[in-house]
Structures are given as structure tokens and as C-alpha cells.
């Protein structure tokens, strides 16, 4: 984990409700990552920045959004919008294109 | 190698066997992969990785090979030890070469 911190690690959410999921990094890495986790498969990507102020769609963006106002911080909010957001959330940073991502110790979120 | 449904393979091992997982991926164009572990609960921790222009890398325990013609990955574990127990992924760089495209992963049970 180590420099990436995530939380809270568990969340309850009641249907309808907007939650919002932070990360928080000190490992002074430009690129900030979001993927979902579901039980028994690979990880998918929600949203990434590149850089401050700047954020691109990843594969279900849908139902998420996010901003990157400070490069150590990238809040993912899962809003109403989001039909099955059960699920593991996992914050990811790295620092120039084509290296290892680094990841955090995740949030999972349970709708109730 | 990589799930095409809800369970993930699994590889089952003696303790100091060796182990093998693979994975085929999906880009020709990919210039850059990685193998992660991910133990239950905790974000993925990285392995090893390996960039285009390389067959094989090594580092402690653990060896990737990289068949471009056939667009297969493998990470073989020396001595598999107990704390290897893990679900293993392969991952490949999307094409800005930031954000990486994940497997579904291979659980690996180590056996005393």
C-alpha cells in the first residue's frame, strides 16, 4: 500500500445515495487511477488522471464521477445514477506512462 | 490462464514445486505488462514486469515470459512457498499507455 491511503475501508450506502470514496497519495506520482473489483474478476477502470485538473472516462464511467483539484488527492463519488455499486473499489497511482501503477488498500462498498 | 466466466482457475501446488500461470492478452500493440498479486482483502501488489522488447525477466523467485507472436504472458514462482496463496493477475498497458487493461486472474493455492 504504502504512500496511498484509502478510505473509509468499508461503506454502507443506502439505494439512492451519492457516496464519496477518497484517496490520498504522498508518493508525489502524477497519475491517479480508479477500478472496480467484483468478486471473482479482474479489475476494471472507472476514471484516471493524468494530471492536476484534468481527468478521462475509463471503460464504466458511468454512475461515477470524480476531480482532481490537488495531485495527492483523487475523491471518486459513486452517485444514484450507479445500478450495482456493490462492489471493491481500488485507488491506483503511477508516475510516467508505461510503469507499474501502485495500489491502494481499498474501500469496499456494500449497497443496502 | 484467464477466466472466461464468474470463477477464476485455480492452480493448485505443492509447497516447493514450481508454479506456472499464464495468460493470453489481447493488444498486439501492447508495449508493457506486469503481473500483480492480490491477496484477499488488499489491493494488488506488484510482482514483476516485463516491456516489448524483452522475452524474459527475472527477479526474485520469479521469471515472466513474454511470446509476442502468440500474445501470451507467463509468470513462473520458484519454490512456491505457502504466502504465495494468492489470485494472480497479468495486466497490459492501454493504448496511452497509462492506465493498464487487467485479466481475471488465477488463484493460486499452495498446499503444505
Known amino acids: 500500500d504504502g504512500g496511498i491511503t484509502q478510505s473509509p475501508k468499508y461503506l454502507f450506502r443506502k439505494e439512492g445515495q451519492n457516496v464519496t470514496l477518497s484517496c490520498e497519495q504522498n508518493?508525489?506520482?502524477?497519475?491517479m487511477y480508479w477500478y472496480r473489483q467484483d468478486p471473482g474478476q479482474g479489475l476494471r477502470l472507472i476514471y484516471y488522471?493524468?494530471?492536476?485538473?484534468?481527468?478521462q472516462k475509463g471503460d464504466i464511467a458511468e454512475g461515477y464521477s470524480v476531480s482532481r483539484e490537488k495531485k495527492e488527492s483523487f475523491p471518486l463519488t459513486v452517485t444514484s445514477a450507479q445500478k450495482n455499486p456493490t462492489a471493491f473499489y481500488l485507488c491506483a497511482t503511477g508516475g510516467s506512462s508505461y510503469n507499474e501503477q501502485f495500489f491502494g488498500p481499498g474501500t469496499r462498498l456494500t449497497v443496502l | 490462464g484467464e477466466s472466461v466466466g464468474l470463477h477464476l482457475p485455480t492452480l493448485s501446488v505443492q509447497e516447493g514445486d514450481n508454479s506456472i500461470i499464464n495468460c493470453a492478452y489481447s493488444?498486439?500493440?501492447?508495449?508493457?505488462f506486469i503481473w500483480y498479486k492480490q491477496e484477499s482483502g488488499k489491493g494488488p501488489q506488484f510482482i514483476i514486469d516485463i516491456r516489448s522488447n524483452m522475452d524474459k525477466r527475472q527477479g526474485q523467485r520469479v521469471t515472466v515470459l513474454l511470446n509476442k507472436t502468440v500474445k501470451h504472458l507467463s509468470l513462473q514462482i520458484a519454490a512456491t512457498q505457502p504466502g504465495d496463496s494468492a489470485v494472480y493477475f497479468c495486466?497490459?498497458?492501454?493504448?496511452?499507455?497509462?492506465?493498464?487493461?487487467f485479466g481475471k486472474g488465477t488463484s493460486l493455492l499452495v498446499t503444505p
Open positions: 488522471s493524468q494530471i492536476v485538473n484534468d481527468f
Open positions: 508518493l508525489n506520482h502524477d497519475a
Open positions: 493488444n498486439s500493440a501492447s508495449d508493457y
Open positions: 495486466a497490459e498497458n492501454r493504448p496511452d499507455g497509462y492506465a493498464l487493461n
